[in-house]
Structure formats: C-alpha cells, structure tokens
C-alpha cells in the first residue's frame, strides 16, 4: 500500500492528539489498497467542525459546514476534514435534506455509495472495512454498500459514478448492483447536465470503457438516447464485422484516454442507423453519415454544455473522421492551413481507432496512417506556411497597394495556396510583385 502524505500524517496526529478519531477515507485508500498512486486525501474524524476550525486556526476555512466539512490548509496543499455523519432523506435524488453527525466511524462510512469507497485507514496503518472493500478490490467486483436501490435512489449520479469506477478500475459489477443501475437509470434525468457530463468523460477515459459500454447501453441511454439505434444495428458491410455499437465501444476503447478523442469515436457513427441503405447486392451503405452524426453529436455536445473549444473540436473530428487523406506533401499543407497541427494529429488518432475497430482484411490502413505521420513529421521539419499568420504578406500590404474590402481577403487567400503549392516562394517581394501584375 503507498504511504500516506506527510501533511496528511500531521492533520491526522493533531486530531488524534485533541483526543479525537481520525481516518483517512474513500478513493485515496481504495487507490492505495490497488497500489495506484491516489488522489486528494480526504480526513474523517469524531471531531465537530467548530472543534475542527478551532484546532486547526487560523489555518482552517468552513467550506461545508452544512455538511461538516472544513478544510485545514497546508504548504502542501488543503485536506479536507469531515465529521462523522449520518445522511438524512434524499428527496430531490441529488443530496440529502440534512446531515446528522455521529460519533462512529463504521455509520458514517455505511451512508457511502460502494464497498470499495467504504474504506477508512489510520495512523498506524489499521483498515475499518466493515463491507467488504478489500475483498471487493481483490475479487475485482464493484458492489453498492447495502441496498443498492437506495444508494442510487439517495443520489442518482451514483449510476453513472458505478460505470466510472467500473471503467476506470477494471471492476464487474455484481448482478445486484447492476440490476439497481438498470432500474434506477431513468432517475438521472434529476441530475445537472454538467455533473453527467464529467462522469461520463470520466467513463470514457478509463481502460475498460468498451466492457462498459458494450455492457450498459441501456443505461448510458437514459442520458444518451441517440446512441440506443446503434445497438445490435447489423452494418451489413465487409469493412465491418461488428455492430454499430460494437464498432463504436471498441473505436474507442483503440484511441488514447483524452476526453477529446473518447468522446468523438463515441459519436462518429451516430449517424448510420438514420442513414442506412442496401444496394442491389444486399451490401449496407451509409451515404453522408457524418453529416447525420455530426448534427445528432452538436445537440449532446450542447445539451451537456460542453466548453466551446472541446464542442467545436469534436464536431470538426466527427465530421472529418471518414474523410480522404491523400498520400502527399501537398495533401499535408493543406490539411495543416485548414486544421493546425493539434487537430491534425488528433484526426490522424480518431482514423487509427476507427480502423482499428473495423474488420481486420482491412487492418493495412494502418500502413498508410503511419506513413502519413511520418510525411507530417517531415513537413513540419521542413518549415513552410500553413497559415495566413505565416504568409510573408499581410492584410496591410495589400491594402497600401490599393485594394480594399473582400478583395484583400481573397488576395492573401490565393497567395498562401500558391505558397502551400510551392508555385511563390514565402517571400514578401515576390508575393507584393505578383499581386502587381495579376492585379488582384
């Protein structure tokens, strides 16, 4: 297990010197028990919050009181300390009405949502277990500390939350707990658009995302009703041996664990169930696809209020994600002006996964993916211009020549594709030279 922080050691000894119990408590333990490198280590002890504040002045802020929460600041960062505490009535699915403290440890950590958060840990290294965490973790089995239905029920986003721990820690969820997930799913239409958004991003990013995905569409469909067309839809095509969702859990199980990309290879192909088309050979097509996706991607993207940039990204990744990519310097100089090299890169990485989530007499793409990296490596090393923020020309050059308005748009619009050609060279005298005598 990995050690405890040193100024997590020093809140816990003070506590426990004022005559008070004290524990560390939740993910941290549970990622120390898994030998990961744990998170924010968060306190649990008998004290009171005003007992907290008092200890701990003037180094202590009463972020919580309402919930017996106070966090001690440190030169190493703030820890956050909780009084023991039992939960009131969940009315709202979201929080409790209120918050009763207690003076046990074993009731606070009965109020938690899984047997693997449940987990208290002390000074001296004493593990309070009192559901089965660790045997949980070793057995690899995600299980809802008591009644599941009334955990979920207390806070609907511990649906969601059960999917993230189960991607993320590679845990099955037994059958109890999983029919409770099924059946609580339609609560999570009470939960803010933001709070789903990150555990799903959260889900997303995990190693075994396309185990839960592929598991669990039903409940990912309470909140994501465009994906459940996809399910079971049979492609109908050589270049796929998989399902619509098939393809799409394993695309983006293949893609490197950014949010960016995850959430892309998850809606690339919403578009093909509304799309799908058998010609005279029974063979399925899906005409424009990308365009159907990318429409059904910007309304989730929106309705979970995503940040411009990740929004405007993942539509730009969806709408390119089957487009041509000719074998070419020239190819890659425009790709490079239309995209910058971010998007780029990140498109190259959504095609690898969408190949590699296709049939495997169709695996050689790769080939042709790596050596398109290889051609942007050399392209890039070359130098050149890519952009109208490279051109050796600007918008005030021409205007000094005497053009004006839309003309002086156009004009460095055409000079950067002659530059990206290699037909001009980049170089201020010659592009103002040509610029004279075409008399743009």
Not at 286 to 314: C, K, M, P
Not at 389 to 395: C, D, N, T
Not at 413 to 428: A, T, Y
Request: net charge negative; proline share 5%; charged share 30%.
């Amino acid at each position: 297990m990995r050690g405890m922080p040193e100024h997590v050691v020093r809140v816990l000894s003070r506590l426990e010197a004022a005559g008070f119990e004290a524990w560390c408590v939740g993910g941290a333990v549970r990622d120390a028990l898994l030998g990961r490198e744990p998170g924010d280590w968060d306190v649990t002890t008998s004290a009171r919050p005003e007992q907290v504040l008092s200890l701990f002045a003037p180094g202590a802020l009463p972020t919580g009181l309402q919930h017996g929460t106070v966090t001690v600041k440190t030169e190493e960062g703030g820890v956050e300390v909780t009084t023991f505490r039992r939960d009131g009535a969940y009315s709202d699915s979201r929080r409790p009405d209120h918050v009763a403290f207690t003076g046990s440890l074993d009731e606070d950590l009965a109020r938690r949502d899984f047997t693997v958060n449940a987990v208290a840990l002390d000074l001296r290294g004493r593990l309070a277990d009192p559901f089965g965490g660790r045997a949980d973790l070793e057995r690899g089995i995600l299980r809802a500390v008591g009644d599941p239905e009334r955990r979920f029920g207390e806070d609907a986003l511990r649906v969601l939350r059960g999917l993230r721990f189960a991607a993320r820690l590679g845990l099955e969820v037994e059958p109890g707990t999983a029919g409770a997930l099924r059946r609580c799913a339609p609560l999570l239409a009470r939960i803010a658009p933001e709070r789903v958004r990150e555990e799903l991003t959260g889900m997303l990013c995990g190693e075994g995302v396309e185990r839960v995905l592929l598991d669990y569409p039903d409940v990912l469909g309470a909140v994501l009703p465009e994906i459940l067309p996809c399910v079971g839809f049979d492609q109908r095509s050589v270049y796929h041996c998989w399902d619509v969702w098939t393809h799409t859990a394993k695309a983006a199980a293949a893609a490197p664990a950014l949010p960016v990309l995850r959430w892309t290879l998850l809606l690339h192909d919403l578009g093909k169930p509304g799309t799908f088309t058998l010609d005279g050979e029974g063979r399925g097509h899906f005409y424009g696809h990308w365009r159907r996706s990318v429409e059904l991607a910007e309304g989730i993207l929106t309705r979970l209020r995503f940040d411009n940039r990740s929004r405007q990204t993942i539509l730009t990744l969806v709408e390119r994600h089957d487009c041509e990519l000719p074998l070419s310097a020239r190819s890659v100089r425009r790709n490079l002006a239309r995209y910058g090299e971010e998007t780029l890169r990140l498109l190259l990485a959504v095609k690898r996964a969408d190949n590699l989530a296709q049939a495997e007499a169709y695996r050689d793409r790769q080939t042709l993916l790596r050596q398109w990296e290889d051609l942007l490596a050399l392209v890039l090393e070359e130098g050149g211009c890519f952009s109208l923020r490279q051109l050796a020309v600007k918008g005030g050059d021409l205007l000094a020549l005497g053009l004006e308005g839309p003309a002086v748009g156009a004009a460095l619009g055409e000079l950067l594709e002659l530059v990206m050609d290699e037909q001009l060279p980049n170089d201020r005298g010659m592009l103002l030279e040509y610029v004279k005598e075409k008399g743009l």
